[in-house]
T-cell receptor, first 113, second 115 residues
Framework: QKEVEQNSGPLSVPEGAIASLNCTYSDRGSQSFFWYRQYSGKSPELIMS????GDKEDGRFTAQLNKASQYVSLLIRDSQPSDSATYLC?????????????FGQGTTLQVKP | GAGVSQSPRYKVAKRGQDVALRCDPISGHVSLFWYQQALGQGPEFLTYFQNEAQLDKSGLPSDRFFAERPEGSVSTLKIQRTQQEDSAVYLC?????????????FGPGTRLLVL
């Protein structure tokens, strides 16, 4: 079992719809959770970070964390074609006392005009 | 106000050749991370520096991989006797102190192709 799992997709949504991206992790001691966006051929860029159970909203983005279910998600409202990218879920392992991140394989999102 | 920079951006090496990849972190960032990203996969942790100290090298795949950061700023990832399976994008990231909640800022990566 991979430490951080994501559906590779592609996830295809029409412009203006809500895109829902999901991630599960195996280490119950994990404390910090991040969503990075990566355009093709580019480096990862932080979208959201979340550390406690519940929802965290930033503009069109909402991150949701459920530590009991070991589940973290990212919702993108009013999806735009410019949101088309790979979204990487990253977890800071509970066994690490540094910022070392464990990434999922990423979910490719396609927003169709 | 420059971000993380990496050089070269692209490197083609013949199998068995040694390569050196450079990372310039954001000025003032104490922590520096190296990740390897294979095609279609997420980045995988290689090694971590706090200043000049290499505190975690658990992700280095073999003893052919070596990283250093002698003055606590620029870092070099060296791969000796490259193999085809080393072909990947090598990403460098830096953060202010390396804490668990800190944002890591990624460089553009070095795309290595071993023929």
């Amino acid at each position: 079992q991979k430490e951080v799992e994501q559906n590779s997709g592609p996830l295809s949504v029409p412009e203006g719809a809500i895109a829902s991206l999901n991630c599960t992790y195996s280490d119950r001691g994990s404390q910090s959770f991040f969503w990075y966006r990566q355009y093709s051929g580019k480096s990862p860029e932080l979208i959201m970070s979340i550390y406690s159970n519940g929802d965290k909203e930033d503009g069109r983005f909402t991150a949701q964390l459920n530590k009991a279910s070991q589940y973290v998600s990212l919702l993108i409202r009013d999806s735009q074609p410019s949101d088309s990218a790979t979204y990487l879920c990253a977890v800071n392992s509970g066994s690490s006392n540094t910022g070392k991140l464990i990434f999922g394989q990423g979910t490719t999102l396609q927003v169709k005009p | 106000g420059a971000g993380v920079s990496q050089s070269p951006r692209y490197k083609v090496a013949k199998r068995g050749q040694d390569v050196a990849l450079r990372c310039d972190p954001i000025s003032g960032h104490v922590s520096l991370f190296w990740y390897q990203q294979a095609l279609g996969q997420g980045p995988e942790f290689l090694t971590y520096f706090q200043n000049e100290a290499q505190l975690d090298k658990s992700g280095l795949p073999s003893d052919r991989f070596f990283a250093e950061r002698p003055e606590g700023s620029v870092s070099t990832l060296k791969i000796q006797r490259t193999q085809q399976e080393d072909s990947a994008v090598y990403l460098c990231a830096s953060s202010f102190t390396g804490g668990r909640t800190e944002t890591q800022y990624f460089g553009p990566g070095t795309r290595l192709l071993v023929l």
